[in-house]
């Protein structure tokens, strides 16, 4: 099965910005997603990118963030301007071939293939 690996995650001030990527370990046209955990809170489904690329996001992040890909590189991306202490988390990318919608594609069940996550930590 494929596997995912993150990078990019880092330790920037308030208003910054980063750039997640998600690099998957063949060619997958699968419908594919960014979650995050904070300590002590539960999973947060942040954006999710169909195979067709439509793009879901959650209210949290929406106007902030841009979920892309680029099936020559198999990448995921996730571009984040505009962070604030509360994006400080755990961000993992994770791959769906299931059925999902508008109000379950961002439901971390949907997804069976996980990354090993990459930490984001944002300082006021």
């Known amino acids: 099965q494929v596997q995912l690996v993150e990078s990019g995650g880092g330790s920037v001030q308030a208003g910054g910005s980063l750039r997640l990527s998600c690099v998957a370990s063949?060619?997958?046209?699968?419908?594919m997603a960014w979650f995050r955990q904070a300590p002590g809170k539960e999973r947060e489904g942040v954006a999710t990118?169909?195979?067709?690329?439509?793009?879901i996001y959650s209210d949290s992040v929406k106007g902030r963030f841009t979920i892309s890909r680029d099936r020559a590189k198999n990448t995921l991306y996730l571009q984040m301007n505009g962070l604030k202490p509360e994006d400080t988390a755990m961000y993992y990318c994770?791959?769906?071939?299931?059925?999902?919608?508008?109000?379950?594609?961002?439901?971390?069940?949907?997804?069976?293939?996980w990354g090993q996550g990459t930490q984001v930590t944002v300082s006021s």
């Open positions: 994770a791959t769906s071939s299931q059925f999902c919608t508008v109000t379950t594609c961002l439901r971390g069940y949907v997804y069976a293939i």
């Open positions: 990118i169909s195979t067709t690329d439509t793009t």
């Open positions: 063949r060619y997958t046209n699968s419908r």
